[in-house]
C-alpha cells in the first residue's frame, strides 16, 4: 500500500468513525454540517466550487494543464527525476 493509499484509508476511517462518534453523541455530523454549508447564502457557492472541483480533480476530468493540484504534482515529479 502506498503512502496516499494509506492517507485516503485514513481519511475514510476519520469521516465514518467521526460521523458514528457524532451521531452517537448528539454532535453534528459531517454530513449534516455539508447540508447546513449549502444552505447558507455565502457559504454555499465556494462550498459548491470546491466540491464541484475537487470531484472533476478525483476523477481526472479535468485536463492535466488546467488542473492546478494535478499540473502541481506534474512539476514536482519531473523536477525530482535525475
Excluded at 468513525?17 to 453534528?28: P, S, V
Excluded at 466550487?49 to 514536482?76: C, G, K, Q
Amino acid at each position: 500500500m502506498s503512502e496516499a493509499d494509506t492517507a485516503w484509508s485514513g481519511l475514510v476511517l476519520y469521516v465514518v468513525l467521526y460521523d458514528i462518534f457524532a451521531g452517537l453523541t448528539g454532535r453534528e455530523t459531517l454530513s449534516s454540517s455539508f447540508y447546513r454549508a449549502l444552505g447558507h447564502p455565502t457559504h454555499r457557492y465556494p462550498l459548491i466550487t470546491v466540491y464541484s472541483y475537487l470531484t472533476l480533480h478525483l476523477f481526472h476530468l479535468i485536463p492535466d494543464r488546467f488542473d492546478p493540484l494535478r499540473a502541481h504534482s506534474i512539476d514536482l515529479t519531473r523536477s525530482a527525476k535525475p
